[in-house]
């Protein structure tokens, strides 16, 4: 099996974390690199000039190592309470600012990064750019309502990501593109959520995961799956 490498963004959140480690103990992975709000250099999804800054940083790097370009990039960034401010259960409790916030920080900063960091994916060769949506961003999928923004912020995060896929895959036809919905997962952002026993380790979330894209075909679109490997509606 030949080598590769990968990059995690957002490699401080309990999924990040997680395939982060994933990929630094296979031995195939010659390079694994996490980058996040406290790596060094770091990235705000609300600083588009910091993740320009990352960006051209690994690239300069891989350029003086003559290492290449990357065969996995995960973005694994994302956010549920922002500010303080949990999902609205009700049409009263929308607010202009904080739908706002959730479209910047789970569809504007990943479509973001995927611009600064998709030219770091692999142009000749099978590659994975995968981010992290979530199953109630599918629109055909709604059917107990609320969660107003961070379901419409991940609806919006899948069509950046569909509109992409599109695009790069003129350059990269080898090139796999995946909105993931990663199962309930033990987190900072799910356990206000759920309740203790109904999640999976973030672990088992990325192993199965993995299991999931190594099997995808680069087809010039997303994919919309779970870590079933079952396709979700868009
Ligand atoms: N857990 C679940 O059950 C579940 C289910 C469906 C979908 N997802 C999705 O999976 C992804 C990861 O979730 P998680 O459960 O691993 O949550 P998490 O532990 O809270 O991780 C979220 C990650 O996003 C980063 N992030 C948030 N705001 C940022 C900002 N302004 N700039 C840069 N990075 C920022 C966090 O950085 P800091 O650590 O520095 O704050 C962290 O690395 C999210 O997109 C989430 O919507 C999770």
């Not at 000039?49 to 990039?73: K, V």
């Not at 993931?180 to 900072?188: A, C, D, H, M």
Request: charged share 15%; with cysteine.
């Amino acid at each position: 099996m030949s080598t590769y490498q990968a990059l995690v963004l957002g490699s401080s959140g309990a999924i990040g974390r997680a395939w982060l480690a994933h990929f630094q103990s296979d031995v195939n992975c010659r390079l694994a690199v996490g980058l996040s709000l406290s790596s060094s250099p770091a990235f705000d999804l609300q600083n588009e000039d910091s993740m320009a800054h990352c960006a051209a940083a690994l690239r300069s790097e891989s350029e003086q190592q003559g290492s290449g370009s990357f065969q996995w990039i995960i973005d694994a960034t994302g956010a549920l309470t922002i500010d303080g401010v949990g999902p609205e259960k009700r049409i009263d409790a929308l607010n202009a600012q904080h739908l706002l916030k959730q479209f910047e920080i789970n569809a504007v900063g990943p479509a973001l990064l995927m611009k600064h960091f998709s030219t770091l994916l692999a142009t000749h060769e099978r590659a994975v750019y995968a981010t992290l949506s979530a199953r109630v961003g599918s629109i055909e999928d709604n059917h107990k309502g609320g969660w107003y923004g961070y379901r419409a912020a991940k609806a919006a995060r899948n069509m950046l990501l569909q509109t992409a896929a599109i695009e790069l895959s003129r350059k990269r036809p080898l090139a796999v593109f995946a909105a993931l919905q990663p199962g309930t997962v033990e987190s900072r952002l799910s356990s206000p959520f759920v309740s203790a026993g109904h999640t999976i380790a973030p672990e088992l979330a990325v192993s199965k995961l993995m299991t999931v894209l190594i099997d995808l075909p680069a087809n010039g679109r997303a994919h919309f799956v779970d870590h079933a490997g079952q396709h979700i509606p868009w």
